[in-house]
């Protein structure tokens, strides 16, 4: 990204604004705070269903996170690099089961998965800029 890593950490790291860049992220509501570590609960997906969450902030390298409750578990992860004076490479991990979601549509879950990171990042990109 055409941007400074402080820049992008200001923006990823605002976890309660994540609504404004991922796409079925509905809402977030921090149930408590400690630190660096974030309890919270979201609203997800096309059938509004609800996740437990842990969000894991390791400041200008990462943020993770851990889906413990909800259609899917696992942790979803982004990692910070500086590529320069004003340049930041994003890289985004997914490792989910879909547990809650009807095999039947779970190709398609994958795919909105990639397609809304893809999304996230250029909508990132944009709010940096």
Known sequence: MAAPLD???EIVSDVDNDPQFWQDLHSVTTLRRNGNVIERVATVGFRNSRSSQTVILDPKKSVRIVMTKGPMTGDRIIELKRSGERKTVIEVAWTVELSGIPSFIRKSVQERLGKG?????ARIEKAAA
């Open 7 to 9: 820049r992008i950490w």
């Open 117 to 121: 990171t893809e999304e996230a990042l």
